[in-house]
């Protein structure tokens, strides 16, 4: 298990996680984005998601080790109570339990605002990945075969799902992130 301290992603944070996302964007196909954001669009990135959803990071004495965040699944309302989750880890801290320390704690999260369902769509291959996302519950759900080109090949996607919550009959709104009093976000981020 990983030693550090899980806490809500600030501003502040965006040229450490620039550091951890800028070379996996750079350097893998793990990411499909062709080109590394910039610091600042790290920034807003992160102010924008917290107004509705958790983006925590862990942090031991030399710095960030990782981070995880949720988004919107589809745009569309009756999507509303399912999001989309991300993980990324330092390299120097892959396989320690940063990524799953970070999981518990995001889907901890999500269920306390009110949603019933995370997703996470994978790059293949990527087993350390897959079997990250299995040891917190998700299972595979589909899978999209030469969905995304990146560094001169085709790539598979897995897409699997986590049930956070038994889908009400008559569900309320999630709440956004903001309107959870903070006491309610510590409590579920320590579990």
Not at 10 to 30: C, K, N, Q, T
Not at 44 to 59: A, C, G, M, N, Y
Request: glycine letters at 8%.
């Amino acid at each position: 298990m990983s030693a550090g301290n899980i806490r809500l992603a600030a501003a502040r944070d965006a040229p450490a996680i620039h550091a951890i996302y800028a070379p996996i964007v750079s350097g893998s196909f793990i990411s499909f984005e062709l080109e590394a954001p910039t610091v600042a669009e790290v920034e807003r990135r992160i102010v924008q998601t917290l107004r509705k959803f958790p983006w925590l990071v862990l942090e031991d004495p030399e710095g960030l080790l990782g981070y995880a965040y949720a988004c919107e699944h589809r745009e569309r309302a009756a999507y509303q109570w399912s999001v989309d989750v991300s993980c990324y880890v330092q390299e120097r801290a892959r396989r320690r339990g940063v990524g799953r320390s970070l999981y518990e704690a995001l889907l901890r999260v999500l269920a306390r605002q009110g949603f019933t369902n995370a997703f996470a769509g994978i790059a293949l291959p990527n087993a350390a990945s897959v079997g990250m996302h299995a040891s917190v519950g998700f299972e595979p759900l589909g899978h999209y075969r030469d969905v995304g080109y990146k560094l001169g090949e085709w790539h598979d996607t897995v897409w699997m799902q986590r049930r956070l919550a038994s889908p009400p009959a008559k569900p309320e709104a999630p709440r956004p992130l903001a309107a959870l009093p903070p006491h309610e976000v510590d409590e579920a981020i320590a579990g």
